[in-house]
């Protein structure tokens, strides 16, 4: 009895040992089962002023998600607003010393047209004998004149209207860039992301150029990796590869990542960065898309397993 006993524990020390062995063995291979190594990167955008002035309303905080022409604010634009309406106002004060073409012409038309039914009315009776002809040339004579009175009139009245014209067109030019400026003054979002970094606050006087807040696209993170040149006969762009990311000690995510870039140059292996062939001195960067579940964070690290490309 004694002797199946030692052989039980014996056995049971064994098999554990054998399990022990089996699951360090795991471990390990599964620490080097990875190609490439990384650091998750986004494209990140610095928005700034486009306007001068003091920022009245700035409605952003840190890891806010914004939309394209989302409105979060906007700068002092009292200024711009009354100089335009000064300009409006002169252009109205033009607009009022415009001749009215028709109606200064009015009376000498007028004019015309009765000496135009006279006219008919004398060539008939000068076609029956009984009025002279002179007083039908005389007729003929005035309506002449008119004529040019009123073409005179019309082209003085015209080089007038054209001479106003031209005075509002640089106004209303001036209008439109007022325009163009105030609509600077309104703080909208020009793309979809996250607000990385809030620089300006309420109150601070900004200029055009100056920064106001970092945002970039967090829903699609790239992993920047680096291979050796003989995994780089592996890839292709478009390529799909399994991308793994550690929270901690113990919990690892796995995401599916695609292979947007690949440098067609090589460089130095950076020190933050380890490959699976440590005496390779230089390497390749590649950059992998991967869509962001909301646990991924720029400068966070990641791992490759790289899949073989297709024909």
């Known amino acids: 009895m004694k002797t199946q006993k030692l052989f039980s524990k014996k056995v049971k020390w064994t098999l554990l040992l054998i399990i022990s062995c089996s699951l360090l063995i795991c471990c390990d291979s599964s620490k080097n089962n990875f190609d490439a190594s990384g650091v998750f990167e986004a494209e990140e955008t610095i928005i700034s002023a486009e306007a001068t002035g003091v920022i009245r309303q700035f409605d952003l905080e840190e890891g806010q998600v914004l939309t394209v022409g989302q409105l979060i604010g906007y700068i002092d634009s009292t200024q711009l607003y009354l100089k335009k309406k000064q300009l409006e106002s002169q252009i109205r004060a033009l607009l009022g010393k415009k001749p009215n073409i028709g109606v200064q012409l009015s009376a000498l038309q007028s004019q015309l047209k009765t000496a135009e039914t006279e006219r008919i009315r004398f060539e008939k009776l ?15 004579a005035q309506i002449e004149v008119l004529q040019r009175q009123i073409a005179a009139q019309k082209s003085t009245l015209d080089i007038s209207s054209e001479g106003i014209d031209k005075d509002i067109e640089p106004l209303k030019i001036q209008v439109e860039q007022l325009e163009d400026q105030l609509a600077k003054c309104r ?8 607000v990385l970094a809030k620089i300006a606050k309420v109150n601070e006087l900004t200029a055009a150029g100056k920064p106001l807040y970092k945002i970039a696209d967090l829903q699609n993170i790239t992993l920047r990796a680096f291979v050796t040149s003989a995994q780089l006969t592996q890839l292709k762009i478009g390529q799909k590869v399994k991308v793994f990311a550690d929270f901690g000690e113990k919990e690892t995510r796995e995401y599916e990542g695609v292979i947007s870039w690949i440098s067609d140059k090589s460089e130095f292996t950076p020190k933050t960065i380890q490959t699976q062939d440590e005496r390779a001195n230089l390497v390749y960067a590649v950059k992998i898309t991967v869509k ?5 964070k720029i400068g966070m690290y990641g791992q490759v397993q ?6």
Do not use: R
């Open 306 to 311: 790289l899949q073989p490309k297709h024909p």
């Open 126 to 140: 000068v076609a029956g004998g009984a009025a002279p002809s002179k007083q039908l040339d005389d007729i003929n």
């Open 187 to 194: 703080l909208v979002s020009p793309q979809n992301g996250t």
């Open 292 to 296: 962001n579940d909301g646990y991924l």
